[in-house]
């Protein structure tokens, strides 16, 4: 087998759920737990066997995307092997996919970047079957693609949205297909077949054409799939990735600062005269003074000054003036560089 791994990470999609931040910026570059959704994601990949060697294509929109993902790996992953391709058209996942064919060759993983699990990679060079797609089990599975397995854990197919509530195994959006090729073979058959809905190419469909090929694929469970789609599932991921200590804070309160963990506050950040958390993440050159902030998100160079926040985003560079810490808690989701005085 290639010990050559290539990871394909989707990112294009316009992010109108996480409006107004995807304005400024590329969803995966919004923060969470006091770094960007790339960052957890890229992460998440330690665990990969060392011997194999990595590369990355990453399928971007144009304009943001394209002109602020290349710039943000190169400094802060130089070493990284990424290429980039822009899909200009938002025709789905298989379209997005199928772009980025030329690079398709031998093992692929394929996760979504607002796709945040905890798994353990390191037997994937020893996969002896042709895929794998991590599923989780959940309480309603009409909200998304799940997996029908046989006793052996083999997937007979996949459904998108189902109408019913009788299979629970929801596929998170990670795949491993030890064949590239095969994948973009069947996309195009998918295309020729025009297995589409309202103009969109879900890879469900191309991933069904292979296991009609004679792809055997398993699914692999997972306990923790987090989600950033949209600002309140950021705000619960942020929770979540903050209870498990994914990004400890080093940061050292002076006496007139009250901590209720668990808190990110990045180490230049500066707070005064403020309670913070428990759930609340401090980005860079942040300023706080006199206020209450919890369960909140703070990306790079907020201030706030005087004000009671929960269940909070506020881009870089906003600027809040509250009407003081005891004044009821306010409820605000700002893109970069906003202004408001409450």
């Keep these: 087998m290639s010990k050559t791994l290539t990871i394909v ?14 304005w400024s910026k590329p969803k995966p570059l919004i923060s969470v737990a006091g770094k960007t959704s790339l960052d957890h994601l890229l992460e998440s990949f330690d665990s990969l066997p060392p011997d194999l060697t990595i590369e990355y294509v990453f399928i971007v929109s144009p304009n943001l995307g394209e002109m602020q993902i290349p710039v943000y790996m190169k400094e802060h992953y130089p070493n990284y092997k990424v290429d980039y391709v822009v899909q200009t058209e938002m025709r789905g996942q298989s379209d997005a996919i199928y772009l980025a064919r030329e690079y398709l060759q031998g093992q692929i993983l394929m ?59 929801a596929v998170v959006g990670c795949y491993y297909f030890r064949s590239g090729e095969d994948l973009v073979s069947a996309i195009e058959e998918q295309f020729k077949r025009d297995l589409q809905l309202k103009g969109e190419y879900f890879l469900v469909d191309g991933i069904n054409i292979m296991i009609e090929r004679g792809l055997e694929m398993r699914v692999e469970p997972v306990e923790t799939w987090l989600d950033t789609g949209t600002i309140d599932a950021t705000l619960e991921t942020n929770q ?41 993440s401090i980005g860079s050159r942040c300023v706080i003074t006199g206020s209450k902030i919890e369960d909140s998100i703070l990306e790079e160079g907020a201030q ?22 005891e004044s009821p808690a306010a409820r605000l989701n700002l893109g970069d560089d906003s202004t408001v005085e409450l």
């Design 240 to 280: 979540r990735l903050l209870q498990l200590g994914r990004n400890p804070s080093t940061y050292t309160p002076t006496r007139d600062v009250k901590i209720t963990p668990p808190v990110y506050i990045h180490p230049d950040a500066r707070v005064t005269s403020s309670q913070i958390g428990p759930n609340a």
């Design 304 to 325: 706030v000054k005087d004000a009671n926040l929960i269940h909070s985003f506020l881009g870089c560079n906003v600027n809040v003036k509250g009407r003081g810490v």
């Design 111 to 169: 996760i979504y970047s607002d796709t945040l699990i905890e798994t353990d990679f390191s037997e994937i060079g020893n996969e002896s079957l042709g895929g794998i797609a991590w599923v989780k089990s959940v309480e309603d599975p009409r909200r998304f693609g799940v997996a029908e397995i046989n006793k052996a854990k083999i997937i007979k197919r996949l459904i998108e949205k189902p109408a019913s509530m009788d299979n629970d195994l």
């Design 9 to 22: 990470i989707p990112m294009a999609g316009h992010g109108t759920r996480m409006r107004p931040h995807t």
